[in-house]
């Protein structure tokens, strides 16, 4: 084998690890591995042990006193005499219920049209206006040297529009208490069919006067809510365009 030829086989050698290395950054070489098989379901574990978890803090008030008053079966955080089956402490479960209807349209036109004319002359100059044959092409007119005209007219419209409908009930775990009585709370599911899985997550915090009888409460009474309703399988790889156009659409300036 001669050097240069050592040389292009280091070369396609190279190429090919990058390649390969690059394909394992994207994650097609976890997805490749996993050819023919369903979407794995994530572990059901503590939130709390997760890498990821980390506990919410927020400005708080001063902690309620729970102290009972003297020679009473009363407490001064209770809400009911008799026992609340409300979520209210960590590890109870709520059902969260979930109804986003939003729709926005937006629609701006613009149109600008500018022209502007200028002449410039110099029909006197000491007499030497007669003179300016002699440096300027002939048969040139002292009183109409320059003149100047330009038109622009530009106009653009733009158009957006977007719908959202998600109807959901899910349960969710009471994870934290805040030192001012609200609950943070933490829900995931996944649903699989066939080869396709669902998985919805929610996070946030609620006020525990917001959770209903029926120990329910809103997604709208959820501060800081964060809801995530995504799919992963072979009709999510369809609908995603290629590693390649993604990149494509973000280097391509034009």
């Not at 042990?49 to 020679?71: C, G, I």
């Not at 440096?135 to 719908?163: K, Y």
């Not at 009585?181 to 396709?196: A, D, L, Y």
Request: charge should be negative.
């Amino acid at each position: 084998m001669t050097h240069t030829a050592t040389i292009k086989h280091t070369l396609w050698a190279l190429a090919l690890v990058i390649g390969l290395a690059g394909l394992t950054g994207c994650g097609a070489g976890e997805r490749l591995a996993n050819v023919g098989k369903p979407p794995e379901m994530t572990p059901v574990e503590n939130p709390q042990t997760r890498a990821d978890y980390r506990p919410v803090s927020m400005p708080m008030p001063a902690p309620e006193s729970t102290a009972r008053e003297p020679n009473s079966l009363w407490a001064s955080n209770r809400r009911n005499f008799f026992k609340d089956q409300r979520a209210g402490s960590v590890g109870d479960i709520l059902t969260v219920l979930i109804d986003i209807k939003d729709e926005a349209g937006m629609e701006n036109r613009t149109n600008r049209s500018r022209s502007g004319n200028e002449n410039a002359g110099l029909p006197g100059f000491l007499g030497y206006e007669a003179s300016l044959d002699r440096i300027l092409p002939e048969a040139v007119n002292p009183g109409s040297l320059t003149e100047f005209g330009s038109t622009s007219t530009n106009a653009g419209s733009g158009i957006t529009e977007r719908e959202e409908d998600i109807q959901i009930r899910m349960a969710a775990v009471v994870t934290q208490i805040l030192p001012n009585g609200n609950m943070v709370i933490t829900g995931s599911q996944e649903v699989r069919v066939n080869f396709e899985k669902r998985v919805l997550q929610i996070a946030g915090v609620i006020r525990p006067e917001d959770v209903s009888i029926n120990n329910t409460i809103k997604h709208d009474q959820i501060a800081e809510a964060r809801i995530i309703y995504g799919g992963e399988g072979h009709l999510t790889d369809v609908q995603q365009p290629r590693y390649g156009q993604q990149i494509y659409d973000i280097l391509f300036p034009f």
